[in-house]
């Protein structure tokens, strides 16, 4: 079965940067759009960021723009969300979702991922 997996939040200080990991596996090929979302406490989930893996095309949130980059290892079937000058209002759980499409107009939709995985703190201070 097919299975995500997040890692390398923590805690860092305002201004400060992290990169976050998401490593798929039992996908039969790389046909899939990537993407992190976040969830702040009491909050809803948001789309931040996503990828389509075969040609490596993103979109961002506005929120991120310009500080957030994803980047890819096609090889190792793995997407990387490099996040600096962070903020306090990144503070939260980041999510790593996938889906067997284009990052159409609908990445930002929670509803629009069947896969997720388990989620890593990420916390501003």
């Known amino acids: 079965h097919v299975q995500l997996v997040e890692s390398g939040g923590g805690s860092v200080q305002a201004g400060g940067s992290l990169i976050l990991s998401c490593a798929a596996s039992?996908?039969?090929?790389?046909?899939?759009?990537m993407a992190w979302f976040r969830q702040a406490k009491g909050g809803e989930r948001e789309a931040v960021a996503a990828i389509y893996i075969p040609n490596g095309s993103t979109g961002y949130a506005g929120s991120v723009q310009g500080r957030f980059k994803l980047s890819q290892d096609y090889t190792q079937s793995t997407v990387y969300l490099q996040m600096r000058s962070l903020k306090l209002e990144d503070t939260g759980m980041y999510f790593c979702a996938a889906r067997p499409d284009l990052c159409d107009g609908t990445w930002g939709r929670t509803s629009s991922f069947q896969t997720w995985g388990q989620g890593t703190q990420v916390t501003v201070s």
């Open positions: 039992g996908y039969t090929d790389n046909d899939r759009c």
